[in-house]
T-cell receptor, first 114, second 116 residues
Framework: AQSVTQLDSQVPVFEEAPVELRCNYS??????LFWYVQYPNQGLQLLLK??????LVKGINGFEAEFNKSQTSFHLRKPSVHISDTAEYFC????????????FGKGTMLLVSP | DADVTQTPRNRITKTGKRIMLECSQT?????MYWYRQDPGLGLRLIYY???????NKGEISDGYSVSRQAQAKFSLSLESAIPNQTALYFC???????????????FGPGTRLTVL
C-alpha cells in the first residue's frame, strides 16, 4: 500500500515570496504523483502530475514540482506567489496497477498575505 | 455545464435519518469515487466503482453504502446518519482509456453535509 506525508499543515508567506510545499511518499512499487489545489469553497483541481520521464514537472499558475526517487519526495514550488494562490494543496499518489486508487496527503494550507 | 455534478450542494439532517447524496457525470468515464474531507485529515476514500457491476470498499466505508445506477450515476447513502458523518463529500471520476491507469481524477464541487 502507498502513503503520503505532507509535512506542513500551514505555510504562511508574503506576496511575491517563493514557496515550497513538501510531500513525501511511501510505496514498494513505481508511483504516479499528483498535486491538487482546492480554492475556498470549491472542489479539487489538478495542478500538475508526474507520470514518467523528466523529473521536473510544470503545472498551471506557475507551479512546478520535482520528483526525487531517492528521497521519495515530490515537493511543489513557486518562485513568486500571489494573493490568489491562497488555497489548500493536496499531494496524492497512485501506483502503476490499473486497479490502483489515489491516496491523498492531509493537505497544506498556503496563506499568502500582502 | 459542469462535467461532474453533485446534489444537493448543502444538506442539514438529523441523527438517525437516511440520506442520499447523488453524483452525475457527463465525461463518459468508467470509474467513480466517493471521498469525505475533514479538516486536517485530507480526503479519505469511502467507496469506488470501476464499472457498473464493480463496487469496492475504500478506507472508511462503515456506515455508508453506494449504488451505481448507470455509468454516469453513483450515489452515496447514509442509512442512519450520525454527527461524526458531518463532512464535505466529494465525488470524482477517472477513465482508464484517457489516463485513468494513472488515476488522474476529476472532482465534483462537493456536498456539505451537517448531521445534528
Amino acid at each position: 500500500a502507498q502513503s503520503v506525508t505532507q509535512l506542513d499543515s500551514q505555510v504562511p508567506v508574503f506576496e511575491e515570496a517563493p514557496v515550497e510545499l513538501r510531500c513525501n511518499y511511501s510505496s514498494s512499487v513505481s508511483v504516479y504523483l499528483f498535486w491538487y489545489v482546492q480554492y475556498p469553497n470549491q472542489g479539487l483541481q489538478l495542478l500538475l502530475k508526474y507520470l514518467s520521464g523528466s523529473t521536473l514537472v510544470k503545472g498551471i499558475n506557475g507551479f512546478e514540482a520535482e520528483f526525487n526517487k531517492s528521497q521519495t519526495s515530490f515537493h511543489l514550488r513557486k518562485p513568486s506567489v500571489h494573493i490568489s494562490d491562497t488555497a489548500e494543496y493536496f499531494c496524492a499518489v497512485s501506483t502503476n496497477s490499473g486497479y490502483s486508487t489515489l491516496t491523498f496527503g492531509k493537505g497544506t494550507m498556503l496563506l499568502v498575505s500582502p | 455545464d459542469a462535467d461532474v455534478t453533485q446534489t444537493p450542494r448543502n444538506r442539514i439532517t438529523k441523527t438517525g435519518k437516511r440520506i442520499m447524496l447523488e453524483c452525475s457525470q457527463t465525461k463518459g468515464h468508467d470509474r467513480m469515487y466517493w471521498y469525505r474531507q475533514d479538516p486536517g485529515l485530507g480526503l479519505r476514500l469511502i467507496y469506488y466503482s470501476f464499472d457498473v457491476k464493480d463496487i469496492n470498499k475504500g478506507e472508511i466505508s462503515d456506515g455508508y453504502s453506494v449504488s451505481r445506477q448507470a455509468q454516469a450515476k453513483f450515489s452515496l447513502s447514509l442509512e442512519s446518519a450520525i454527527p461524526n458523518q458531518t463532512a464535505l463529500y466529494f465525488c470524482a471520476t477517472s477513465d482508464l482509456s484517457s489516463g485513468g491507469a494513472y488515476n488522474e481524477q476529476f472532482f465534483g464541487p462537493g456536498t456539505r453535509l451537517t448531521v445534528l
